[in-house]
Every structure is written in C-alpha cells, then in structure tokens.
C-alpha cells in the first residue's frame, strides 16, 4: 500500500497534534482512572514481597510488652503513603500486645503520631500512656537519634501531653535502644539515614523503614547489608504488611486504583513513543 | 460544640472544599486556588512555632529552669537566642556562633558514622562470594551466584564511571559504559517508583472525597 | 571577634564530637549528652529564623502594596491564628477550661486545613508526573530505553494487577505445570530481583561518592576550610 505525500503529511499532522493533546485530556483521564475502581473493584490479591515479610516476621517473634519505637519522619503531604503503614504496623504491635512509642523528627509529623496509634488501637481497647505514647517532636535530627541512645528520657523529658517521662507507663524500663524491641522509621525524607547512622551503628539498634515510593530504591543497599531488617515501600508495602496482618485498611483499599492509574501512564509513555517516532517520519518524496 | 455530629460533617466538609479548590489549579491558575495556597503556608508557619514551643521551649528550657533551677539550660537559650540576631543587619554576625555550633557538631558526630554505615558496611556487603553453593537447589544456586556477580561488577562499573582521573577510553571505557547503564537501570526504577508515590498521593484524596465526604464507593472497607 | 571566633566554636564542637566516638569514656559521654542537649535547643531557634523570615517577607509585601499583598494577608492571619492557638492552647490536666478549648481548636485547623491543603496540594504532582511521562519520556537512546525498560518493569511489577497479568500469562504458557522454571509470582520476583541487583549496586556505589564527599565536607567544616556558617550574616 503506498501513501501520497500529502497523506503522508497528514498523518504526521496527526501524531504532532497528538504530542500538543491539551494536558488537562491526560489529568482527566488519570483522575477517572483513580475513581473507577472504586465503583468496580477488580479485587487482586496482594502478595507480600520479601523486605515487607521480613519486618512482620520480625515484629511477630517480639516478646510481649516489648516497646517498639514508630518514627513518624512525615507530615500530611506524605501521609497518604505512610499513614497506612504506621497504622497497620500499629495493629500488629498491639495484637502481639506490644508497646509503641511514637517520636518524630518532622515537626509536621508531630500531630499525626496519636491519630495513626488511636486508630490502630480503637477496636483492641489499646489506651494512652498504657500501651502507647507519643513523645512528639524534637528538632536537631542525628542529635536527637544519637541522644535516644544516651537516654530516651533525657530527650524527652515528657511526652507530647506534657506528661513527665517517670509517670508513663508505656515507657517503664525503657531507656535506651537496648531496651526497644525494633525502631521502624517512616519516612517522606532522607531520615533513614539518620537512624541508619546514628541509631545502628552507634547504638546496633534493631532498624526498618517504610519510606515513600520516590525513595525506596534509594534504601535497597541498607537491606542487602542487614542494616535494615525490612523495608515497606510506598503504598504498596502498607498494602502487604495489611495482607500479612489480615487487616484491610487505607493500603489496600487504594490497590485497584493503584494499579489501574499505573497502567494508564505505561498507556501514555507508550503512545508518547509512538506518537515522537511517526512524527518524525517524512513524506518520501 | 454541643453537636458532635454537626462538627463532624462542617469538619470534612471545610477539608473537601479545601481540596477541590486546590484541585481547581489543574484546570487554570486561580484567585481561590491561591488563597489556598497561601493560607496553607501560613496555618503551616503557624503550625511550626506553636510545636516548637510546646516540644522544646515548655519541656526543654521553662520546665527545667523554672520549676527545676536547672540554670545550665540558660547557655543553649543565650547561644539560640543570638541566632535571630539574623533580623538585625548591625548584629546579624553574632548569627554565626550558634550557627557555628551546631554545624560543627553536625560535622564531628557525621564523620565516624558516615565512614561506618556508608562506606564500610557497604564495602562489606560488597564482598560477596561469586559462587554460591549452599542453597536448596541448584536453580538457587545459580540464580545467588549470578545475582552477586551483578552486584559486585555493578558497584565496580559505576565507581570507575564515576572515576575521572582516567580518560574513558578503550576496554575502561566500555566497563565505563556498562556502569552507565546500571545506573540507567537504578534511574529507571526510580522514576517506576515515584510514579507509583505521586498516584499513591492522589489515591489518599480520592480515598478522603468519595468515602468520608461523599460517602460513595463500593467497598466501604473503613 | 566576627570570624576567628565561629571557626573556633565549629573547630572545638567537631573535635569534641569525634573524639567522644573513639574514646567513650563516663565523662565523653556525659559531656556528648549535654553538648546534644544543648545543639537540640539552639536548632528550634533556627526553625524560628525561617518562619520568621517568612513572616517579614509578607509584611514587607503588604507594605509595599506589591502585587499578591492580599495573599500576604492570608498568610499572615492563617500563622497568627494557628500560632496563637497552638502556644495558649495546652492538653496539660492542669490548665483552665479555655487553653483546653485553644487546643481543640489547633488540633481542629491541624486535620480540617493544614491537612487536606498538604496533602491536596502534593498530589497534584500525580498529575503532572502523569502529563511529563507523556511527553518527554522517550527511548531515543540505548540509555534511555534501558531506563524506561526499568521503570515499564517496576510499575507493572509493584502493582496487584501487573502480578495478576504475569500470573495470567504464566498458566497460559505453563497451564499450571509445576515443572515451569518460574514461579507464577515470577513479574513480583523479577522486580524484587531488579531493586535487590542492579539498582542496589547502582545506589550503593552512589553511595560511596556521596559518603566520602560528606566526610570531606565535614573535615573541611572542622578545620575552618570551608565556612557555610559565615553566609547571610
């Protein structure tokens, strides 16, 4: 089949136009993509990936009333990807009938520590300063981590409630890492590798992390090293740890959507190819 | 506050039309979406002295001094103190003393941790045995062996990539190159990954507007 | 006064720090303790030097009257309300009736404002992550078909439905067999194998540049080589 030059022409016209599609099209798109599933579910499984068993393994073989320490490095514009994992980290913790103290090192992470534990506890009658506390925020970073290893309780004199450290129960023995069972760091930022400095090898206490998806690759060489003991990756890692603790919560709720909207941008970045390579083929002339 | 209830919906109802005006960017730039904007950077100035001086003025500093004579505390609160001198050209110089503090105590401490969680233990996890052998079957065997072969010619390619001192030329050049495609390959993973955050991001609102605001979806699970 | 003395404070704080790792006596740790301590204090005044600098880049804007002051209004009420709130509220049993209702009302401004605009406001990156992958993402090179390979891979791979789809594919071509050199889960595997592989020996030696580089930097600091504490004053 042979095309006239101006056929040709007009199929380039085509592909060009189709490079310049408005970009509101694409957020339309996307945005419909999102919702959909939420109408019509396609209810995959997931399937829990090794560095997310491995911190659930971890936490599941914890003595009872050991303490585990939450690292809530975030604030609000990452909670979307970290709250589900601090609250289905949370459930476990508290079915295994753990303790949790809640710290972080991102100011806007301070508010979000009793949510996340309130919510997690609700159904398993799980109260403040009982079994949880949240010790909130200090500035500083690695001075803070460093100083946890010298004495939690000469970081934090009280926890966020203005509660003095000595009259919380939730934190009797506990004072240092030697006494904390793991400290698992969420984190929007580079914190991981405060903790990672300053609380393994300072201290060798037990470290994971579940980080936003931007950074996970970025936290690999830690896991193979055995610095960290499990990694949660983005929405999908909370949706596992979920899975694992038969607990459906935010993570999970989000998979369809998740992989539904993943499939729209290969959609584009496909069409986007072809769309540069027959732009740039001329008419034969 | 005598109707929990009412607070209840007036409360999602303020955080959804917060969230669509803030959506209304994506179709134009606006008034609205830029009094959000600006709003959002005040309540979160606002939101950063109130933490401050409740995790560290109150428990830190008052609590010690005041209801414990700790005086010492005084030294820290003097040396911070100087830091907002900042807002006086005349005096702004006497900024540089806490400021000198805490970068050179950021420095000291950084040292032997970095060399040690960084460079040392990565050098360590580097060192891995090309042949592996005790594995369950000889499927994971191979599959170890190579897995640790990739890394260790990965980590090597890149550094010499990374090395300058010696021109890229040659059989260097190709291990150069080599490098440059791990480091493709480790791009690209990322980039995978940050997608998934963005669109994670935007699920979390989805998840906000249709189940706690418009109460719609099929799978109540919350 | 002006310089020698910050470059004896940075000198004196680095040393301090370092030899206290190499020689942790009673007394090393005490004085690291208290130094900690201290720099924990200093750096919530720096927090304070920020958000003070936003404020007075938006009074002098409203001064001036220069374009956007309306919005220098916004910012400056939505700090002072949260601020106020937030420095007289208190959750301490002690307190009076009002400082509790103070609180409430932080807390309230917290998740119903703060909240929903943070978090709106980055996800609207989704979007334009979204439209940048259409648009620029091209495998014009071998490079950049590797890295575009990469991330086809880990978007697929990471997602329920991909690991479904390769599932899928796997009973098509195996029918269950359990003789298939790969698992069904094998999309999962590849990806995992990929993040553990090649992108963690990519990262690692990025890694050690970026780690020596750091080590560098702080000798630099210690010894007075390099000022950073110097600038904006």
Known sequence: MSHTPDAASGNRDFWVRLQRIDRRWIFLVLFVGVVVP??????????????????????????????????????????????????????HCFKKNLRLIGVTLDPTGALLIRKAFEKAGKD??????EDWVSLGYKPGGGVVVLGIGGGLDTVFATDSEGKPYGEIPALEGVRNYDDIGIVVDLASSAAPDIWIRYAREAFKANLACGVTG?????????????????ILGGLKGAAEYEQLTEAPGDGQIGMDSQSVAHLIVIALVILGNVASIASRRGPRG | MEHPGFWHVFSVWVAALLTLIAYSFLYKDNPAYRFVEALFVGVSAGYGLAIVYRDVVIPDLWKPIHDEGDLLRLIPAVIGVLMLSRFHPKISWLSRWPMAFTIGIGAGMSIPATIQANILKQVQGTMVSPVVLDKATAMENAVASVSNVVLIIGV????????????????????????????????????GYTVMARVSLLIGRVTFLLYDWLHVGAVLLR | MRTQVPVAIAFIAGVVMVIQFFVPTHHSMALRDTLLAWTRIISAFALVVGIGSLVSINISKLRRLSPGWIYAIVTLAGFAVMAVFGILGTKEAAAPAWRHTLDRCYQWLFDNVQVPMDATIFSLLAFFIASAAYRTFRARTFEA???????????????????????????AIWGGSTTAPVTPEWLQSLTEWVLNCPNTAAQRAIMFGAALAAVAQALRIIVGIERPYMSGS
């Open chain 1, 124 to 129: 398993l009658g799980k109260k403040m300063h």
């Open chain 1, 38 to 91: 939420y109408f019509t579910p396609l209810g995959c499984r997931v399937r829990p990936s090794d560095p997310t068993r491995k911190l659930y393994d971890f936490i599941d073989k914890l003595p009872e009333r050991k303490p585990v320490m939450i690292s809530f490095d975030y604030g609000p514009g990452s909670a979307a990807e970290l709250d589900p994992m601090a609250v289905a980290i949370a459930r």
């Open chain 2, 156 to 191: 090597l390619s890149v550094l010499a990539y990374f090395f300058f001192s010696k021109e890229h030329t040659g059989g260097y050049g190709r291990f150069c190159k080599l490098g440059i495609y791990f480091l493709m390959f480790s791009f690209g993973a990322s980039f």
């Open chain 1, 214 to 230: 931007v950074m996970v690759a970025a936290y690999y060489p830690y896991l193979q090293t055995g610095q960290f003991i499990g």
């Open chain 3, 145 to 171: 078909s590797l890295l575009l390979a990469a991330a086809l891979l880990v978007m697929v791979g990471r997602v329920p439905l991909g690991v479904e789809i390769g599932a899928k594919l796997h009973e």
